[in-house]
């Protein structure tokens, strides 16, 4: 218990540099694919500690590592953030990061580059106490995950040499601790019409009637989607509507809707796709085109990694070893027991475990009701607290044998 008291110690000593950092970051807008700024930010930040190892890779994710030990363990947080929306709904600039409350506020507090903040205050906690001798500890400060979440981790994972047994995201969980959350993808069913003069539209075959009466059966088909009990129910929703036609006054000659699809447990690429395929049937046609869309956007380096829109649904169970040291940790370092929960929006956890089987858990400061509104703010106890529990998980897992 005395290293867990000195643990949470050396994070008060910290707090105000954890203070600092979170609010250098957040003057910096960084929105997907415009990181470099924040990217190299961190990037001296960690310098400044001393890390072992420290650079941008060429999507420009920002790595960190301290140890060379063969046990291999990663701490995430994307850096960037959404845009701030209408600013008249914001009571302050979103990039002044002011203090107000005992919280910080501003665009990316809790979304999360006060998660990168507590990361790197564990970091000076671990070579303080030299918790990393074991260890191969890596804190990376991920890009583009607003816009394609796991794409980061797709590419450290396929291109790098990291390959950690364990990942803590270290997205906002209100300083819970959760093992998981619902897979999404993106789809866009399609149909052709017929083009004619609007003034006798039965000549045609007007492609936004076929694409409603689809609509209608994906409405139907929500109904019915897969409930798993700690993830909670599967989930379809038509969330835009296009169409193509010669002018106003002539019936459309094609139409296409896209589909936002949250997956539960059980629920895979495979099985959402036949599934719309089975709603087009009902709909009177079969001949419908269903695709998975994909992302191939270029990062700020100009690299462009291309992946499908595909972002699977990862559990790790109550039961891993992971989560009870996480829960011991917690405990022992904070003083309660924690709350072992989910995300309700998805993370880089997908391409990590969802992809590549690796196991995650997460806990963050903030509280993931404020991320993407207006008036974002985190408590500053929350930063001191999660870099604390950061170095306690490390120490916790090293008394594994």
């Given at each position: 218990?005395?290293?867990?008291?000195?643990?949470?110690?050396?994070?008060?000593?910290?707090?105000?540099?954890?203070?600092?950092?979170?609010?250098?970051?957040?003057?910096?807008?960084?929105?997907?694919?415009?990181?470099?700024?924040?990217?190299?930010?961190?990037?001296?930040?960690?310098?400044?500690?001393?890390?072992?190892?420290?650079?941008?890779?060429?999507?420009?994710?920002?790595?960190?590592?301290?140890?060379?030990?063969?046990?291999?363990?990663?701490?995430?947080?994307?850096?960037?953030?959404?845009?701030?929306?209408?600013?008249?709904?914001?009571?302050?600039?979103?990039?002044?990061?002011?203090?107000?409350?005992?919280?910080?506020?501003?665009?990316?507090?809790?979304?999360?580059?006060?998660?990168?903040?507590?990361?790197?205050?564990?970091?000076?906690?671990?070579?303080?106490?030299?918790?990393?001798?074991?260890?191969?500890?890596?804190?990376?400060?991920?890009?583009?995950?607003?816009?394609?979440?796991?794409?980061?981790?797709?590419?450290?994972?396929?291109?790098?040499?990291?390959?950690?047994?364990?990942?803590?995201?270290?997205?906002?969980?209100?300083?819970?601790?959760?093992?998981?959350h619902r897979g999404r993808m993106e789809m866009e069913v399609s149909i052709k019409g017929l083009s004619c003069h609007g003034s006798a539209p039965e000549r045609g075959d007007n492609a936004i009637y076929k694409i409603s009466r689809i609509a209608l059966e994906i409405e139907k088909?929500?109904?019915?989607?897969?409930?798993?009990?700690?993830?909670?129910?599967?989930?379809?929703?038509?969330?835009?509507?296009?169409?193509?036609?010669?002018?106003?006054?002539?019936?459309?000659?094609?139409?296409?809707?896209?589909?936002?699809?949250?997956?539960?447990?059980?629920?895979?690429?495979?099985?959402?796709?036949?599934?719309?395929?089975?709603?087009?049937?009902?709909?009177?046609?079969?001949?419908?085109?269903?695709?998975?869309?994909?992302?191939?956007?270029?990062?700020?380096?100009?690299?462009?990694?291309?992946?499908?829109?595909?972002?699977?649904?990862?559990?790790?169970?109550?039961?891993?070893?992971?989560?009870?040291?996480?829960?011991?940790?917690?405990?022992?370092?904070?003083?309660?027991?924690?709350?072992?929960?989910?995300?309700?929006?998805?993370?880089?956890?997908?391409?990590?475990?969802?992809?590549?089987?690796?196991?995650?858990?997460?806990?963050?400061?903030?509280?993931?009701?404020?991320?993407?509104?207006?008036?974002?703010?985190?408590?500053?106890?929350?930063?001191?607290?999660?870099?604390?529990?950061?170095?306690?998980?490390?120490?916790?897992?090293?008394?594994?044998?």
């Amino acid at each position: 218990m005395i290293m867990y008291k000195e643990i949470f110690a050396r994070a008060k000593h910290y707090e105000d540099t954890s203070t600092r950092f979170l609010m250098d970051m957040v003057k910096i807008p960084s929105f997907s694919t415009k990181e470099k700024e924040v990217a190299e930010c961190i990037l001296k930040e960690m310098q400044e500690i001393g890390m072992d190892d420290a650079y941008i890779d060429p999507l420009g994710n920002v790595i960190g590592r301290l140890g060379l030990g063969k046990k291999v363990i990663a701490f995430d947080a994307h850096i960037d953030t959404v845009y701030p929306g209408d600013l008249s709904l914001w009571d302050f600039d979103p990039f002044a990061a002011h203090i107000k409350d005992g919280k910080i506020w501003g665009r990316g507090t809790v979304d999360q580059k006060s998660g990168m903040a507590s990361m790197l205050t564990s970091a000076r906690i671990m070579k303080d106490l030299d918790l990393a001798k074991e260890f191969s500890i890596y804190f990376t400060g991920t890009v583009m995950e607003e816009d394609c979440d796991g794409l980061c981790w797709q590419y450290i994972l396929q291109e790098g040499e990291i390959k950690p047994e364990l990942v803590v995201i270290t997205e906002p969980t209100n300083l819970n601790i959760y093992r998981g959350h619902r897979g999404r993808m993106e789809m866009e069913v399609s149909i052709k019409g017929l083009s004619c003069h609007g003034s006798a539209p039965e000549r045609g075959d007007n492609a936004i009637y076929k694409i409603s009466r689809i609509a209608l059966e994906i409405e139907k088909l929500h109904q019915n989607l897969r409930y798993d009990d700690f993830l909670g129910k599967g989930s379809i929703c038509v969330t835009q509507v296009f169409f193509t036609g010669p002018s106003q006054c002539a019936v459309p000659d094609s139409a296409r809707i896209h589909l936002d699809r949250r997956l539960t447990f059980g629920e895979n690429k495979e099985s959402a796709v036949a599934e719309v395929q089975d709603a087009c049937k009902k709909a009177g046609y079969p001949d419908a085109t269903i695709e998975i869309l994909t992302y191939q956007e270029a990062a700020y380096t100009g690299f462009v990694y291309p992946t499908e829109k595909y972002y699977p649904t990862w559990v790790t169970p109550l039961d891993s070893v992971y989560v009870q040291n996480a829960a011991d940790a917690y405990t022992k370092t904070l003083g309660t027991k924690p709350l072992i929960d989910k995300w309700t929006f998805s993370t880089n956890g997908v391409s990590i475990a969802g992809m590549k089987g690796i196991p995650c858990i997460g806990l963050g400061p903030g509280n993931e009701i404020y991320a993407h509104a207006p008036n974002e703010a985190c408590p500053i106890e929350h930063l001191t607290k999660a870099a604390a529990f950061y170095a306690a998980l490390v120490y916790r897992l090293s008394q594994e044998k």
